[in-house]
């Protein structure tokens, strides 16, 4: 079962833009955590926000979490063409279960 | 070695074949996991294994068979597929921490199994 729900799903811009990427849950969480997926290959951890944390930064991403809102945010900044993949923010609901989101494509064209 | 290796990369199957996919890793992970995707689909978890014991099964197909030989390894024997499970198969490897709970901190991930049902 999906756990979170992801929007835009599709997203195309421009080199040197900032793209953002939103992630609503359903569930009480004790992190969030965003993946990067290149086509057809393993997702790559990109960082991880604690329930009780607001906003994270690492390199060009910021991430933002409104627990109230059950929802999450990912901001690429100064996007690049390798920033092409798709994203998706995942959840632990309990034991052992890291449930992804539906995802976001994102397209950076140079 | 922050790796997790799976082979074989690409797999071609009739309905009637046994194959088995197999994933290592060694970063001393004591949790793994298999998850299905299909093209455009987020990665939808199929078992999760904790100090080498089954720990989940998401009312997977009896066709899908894990096993966890030893706390580097884990393999999935696939046996009288449909082609509606032709998908990328992915394994991934976390730490546990506390009580035997996964730390979900970071999952790692291989690379994926591409696999078509003929």
């Known amino acids: 079962s999906q756990q979170g729900e992801e929007d835009p799903q599709a997203l195309s811009i421009q080199e040197g833009e900032n793209a953002t990427m939103n992630c609503s849950y359903k569930?009480?969480?004790?992190?969030l955590q965003w993946y990067r997926q290149n086509s057809g290959r393993g997702l790559v951890h990109l960082i991880l926000?604690?329930?009780?944390?607001r906003e994270k930064h690492s390199g060009r991403l910021r991430v933002t979490l409104d627990t109230s809102k059950k929802s999450s945010s990912l901001l690429i900044t100064a996007s690049r063409a390798a920033d092409t993949a798709s994203y998706f923010c995942?959840?632990?609901?309990?034991?052992?279960?890291?449930?992804f989101g539906a995802g976001t494509r994102l397209f950076v064209k140079a | 070695d922050t790796e997790v290796t799976q082979t074989p990369k690409h797999l071609v199957m009739g309905m009637t074949n046994k194959k088995s996919l197999k994933c290592e890793q060694h970063m001393g992970h004591r949790a793994m996991y298999w998850y299905k995707q299909k093209a455009k689909k987020p990665p939808e978890l199929m078992f999760v294994y904790s100090y080498e014991k089954l720990s989940i099964n998401e009312s997977v197909p009896s066709r899908f068979s894990p096993e966890c030989p030893n706390s580097s390894l884990l393999n999935l024997h696939l046996h009288a597929l449909q082609p509606e499970d032709s998908a990328l198969y992915l394994c991934a490897s976390s730490h546990l921490v506390g009580t035997g709970g996964p730390s979900n901190e970071k999952l790692f991930f291989g690379s994926g199994t591409q696999l078509s049902v003929l």
């Open positions: 995942a959840t632990l609901t309990g034991g052992f279960k890291t449930i």
């Open positions: 569930t009480s969480i004790n992190n």
């Open positions: 926000i604690r329930s009780n944390e």
